[in-house]
C-alpha cells in the first residue's frame, strides 16, 4: 500500500507512517517466504508440515549435478531432491554450487549449458533455478568471473526462456557485492530474479549490504527492475569462522531478535516491495558443541525444541502461504 494523501488522513499520521514502513507500495509483489535446509527429515518434522505448513525450500547442488548419473552421483542429494519432490505441497528451488571442496575449476559456458539442460530433463518439475550459489565467495570459482556468471545465465534462459524462474546472480555481503553486481549486470540479459545472502545485515540489524544491491540494481532511470530474493539468511544463535575466531556467541535472545529484524528489513519502504522471497536458513541445530559445529542459525535447538526465532517466524506465518 503507498503512502497517499487519502491514506494519511483516513489512518492518522503515526498509522500511517507504521503502514509505510511494513507495507509494500501498490503494484509490488507479495513476499514469500520458505525455508531452506539440506536434510531429509527436515520435511516431514511436524513443527515443519503442520505448524507452520511451510511450502517452499532450497537446496544446493554442484553445477553438474545432474551429469554424475551412473558416474559418482551423489546418492545423498539424489535422495534429497526424491524427499522434498514426494511432498506434492512444497515448491523446491535448486541453487547450483561449485563441484567440489577445494579450489574448483571454473567450467566453460558449453559445459554449464549442457549441464542445466541435463538437469532440466532430469527434473523437469523443478523449475526455479539458482545459477550458481555466492559467486562472489571467495573460495567459488566464479568469484572473479561475474561476466562468467552472466554468461551461464544467459545460456540458461536460451534453454528455458519461459517456464523457469532464474535466480541470475547470487552474491554474498561482501565489499565485492556492488562491484560484482554492476559488472554481471552488463552482460546478463533481462535477468529478473538477483539473490543476495545479507547474515551480516540480520544479525548487525542494519541494511547497508542490501542497500547497496538495491543502489547497484538501479537502471538510468532510477529505478529497480528485478526481484530481490534473500536466497539465504538468518539469525545466528551461534557463529564462528573457518579460522575459529567467535563472531557470535550463543544466544537465542539474541538470535530472536535477528529474525524479528529480517522481516521488518524485507518490508522497508526503501526497497519499494522488491524484496519478493526470502529462503531462511536452517531448520535444525546440528549441535552445541562448538569445537565441531561453528554455524548455528536453527530455528530448533538440536534436541528438536523450537527455539525463540521459531516463534518469531511462527508470527510471520502468513508470508509462508
Given at each position: 500500500?503507498?503512502?497517499?494523501?487519502?491514506?494519511?488522513?483516513?489512518?492518522?499520521?503515526?498509522?500511517?507512517?507504521?503502514?509505510?514502513?511494513f507495507?509494500?507500495?501498490?503494484?509490488?509483489?507479495?513476499?514469500?517466504?520458505?525455508?531452506?535446509?539440506?536434510?531429509?527429515?527436515?520435511?516431514?518434522?511436524?513443527?515443519?508440515?503442520?505448524?507452520?505448513?511451510?511450502?517452499?525450500?532450497?537446496i544446493?547442488?554442484?553445477?553438474?549435478?545432474?551429469?554424475?548419473?551412473?558416474?559418482?552421483?551423489?546418492?545423498?542429494?539424489?535422495?534429497?531432491?526424491?524427499?522434498?519432490?514426494?511432498?506434492?505441497?512444497?515448491?523446491?528451488?535448486?541453487?547450483?554450487?561449485?563441484d567440489?571442496?577445494?579450489?574448483?575449476?571454473?567450467?566453460?559456458?558449453?559445459?554449464?549449458?549442457?549441464?542445466?539442460?541435463?538437469?532440466?530433463?532430469?527434473?523437469?518439475?523443478?523449475?526455479?533455478i539458482?545459477?550458481?550459489?555466492?559467486?562472489?565467495?571467495?573460495?567459488?570459482?566464479?568469484?572473479?568471473?561475474?561476466?562468467r556468471?552472466?554468461?551461464?545465465?544467459?545460456?540458461?534462459?536460451?534453454?528455458?526462456?519461459?517456464?523457469?524462474?532464474?535466480?541470475?546472480?547470487?552474491?554474498?555481503?561482501?565489499?565485492?557485492?556492488?562491484?560484482?553486481?554492476?559488472?554481471?549486470?552488463?552482460?546478463?540479459?533481462?535477468?529478473?530474479?538477483?539473490?543476495?545472502?545479507?547474515?551480516?545485515?540480520?544479525?548487525?540489524?542494519?541494511?547497508?549490504?542490501?542497500?547497496?544491491?538495491?543502489?547497484?540494481?538501479?537502471?538510468?532511470?532510477?529505478?529497480?527492475?528485478?526481484?530481490?530474493?534473500?536466497?539465504?539468511?538468518?539469525?545466528?544463535?551461534?557463529?564462528?569462522?573457518?579460522?575459529?575466531?567467535v563472531?557470535?556467541?550463543?544466544?537465542?535472545?539474541?538470535?530472536?531478535?535477528?529474525?524479528?529484524?529480517?522481516?521488518?528489513?524485507?518490508?522497508?519502504?526503501?526497497?519499494?516491495?522488491?524484496?519478493?522471497?526470502?529462503?531462511?536458513?536452517?531448520?535444525?541445530?546440528?549441535?552445541?558443541?562448538?569445537?565441531?559445529?561453528?554455524?548455528?542459525?536453527?530455528?530448533?535447538?538440536?534436541?528438536?525444541?523450537?527455539?525463540?526465532?521459531?516463534?518469531?517466524?511462527?508470527?510471520?506465518?502468513?508470508?509462508l502461504?
Open positions: 500500500m503507498s503512502r497517499t494523501r487519502t491514506t494519511v488522513l483516513a489512518a492518522g499520521l503515526i498509522a500511517g507512517l507504521s503502514l509505510t514502513v507495507s509494500a507500495p501498490a503494484g509490488a509483489a507479495s513476499l514469500k517466504v520458505g525455508i531452506a535446509d539440506q536434510k531429509p527429515d527436515t520435511y516431514s518434522n511436524p513443527f515443519y508440515t503442520q505448524e507452520l505448513k511451510v511450502r517452499r525450500t532450497r544446493i547442488v554442484p553445477w553438474n549435478f545432474s551429469q554424475r548419473r551412473g558416474k559418482g552421483e551423489n546418492p545423498f542429494l539424489v535422495g534429497l531432491i526424491k524427499t522434498i519432490l514426494d511432498r506434492k505441497n512444497i515448491e523446491l528451488m535448486v541453487h547450483f554450487g561449485k567440489c571442496n577445494g579450489k574448483c575449476k571454473l567450467p566453460s559456458v558449453s559445459k554449464y549449458r549442457k549441464a542445466f539442460k541435463k538437469f532440466r530433463q532430469q527434473y523437469p518439475k523443478i523449475k526455479i539458482g545459477i550458481w550459489n555466492e559467486a562472489n565467495h571467495g573460495d567459488q570459482p566464479t568469484k572473479d568471473s561475474p561476466k556468471v552472466a554468461e551461464y545465465y544467459n545460456a540458461a534462459r536460451k534453454v528455458c526462456p519461459t517456464k523457469c524462474k532464474l535466480v541470475g546472480l547470487d552474491v554474498l555481503d561482501d565489499a565485492s557485492l556492488p562491484r560484482y553486481t554492476k559488472e554481471f549486470l552488463e552482460t546478463a540479459k533481462s535477468p529478473k530474479y538477483i539473490g543476495l545472502h545479507n547474515y551480516k545485515d540480520v544479525n548487525d540489524r542494519k541494511s547497508t549490504s542490501t542497500r547497496a544491491l538495491y543502489k547497484a540494481l538501479k537502471n538510468r532511470d532510477g529505478k529497480v527492475k528485478q526481484e530481490i530474493w534473500l536466497t539465504e539468511t538468518g539469525g545466528l544463535n551461534f557463529f564462528k569462522t573457518g579460522k575459529g575466531k563472531v557470535r556467541k550463543r544466544s537465542d535472545e539474541r538470535q530472536r531478535k535477528a529474525v524479528k529484524y529480517l522481516f521488518e528489513l524485507a518490508q522497508k519502504s526503501e526497497f519499494k516491495g522488491r524484496i519478493t522471497r526470502i529462503y531462511y536458513y536452517h531448520w535444525k541445530s546440528d549441535g552445541l558443541d562448538e569445537d565441531k559445529v561453528r554455524f548455528d542459525a536453527g530455528l530448533l535447538d538440536p534436541d528438536g525444541n523450537r527455539r525463540p526465532a521459531y516463534f518469531e517466524v511462527l508470527k510471520n506465518k502468513k508470508f502461504k
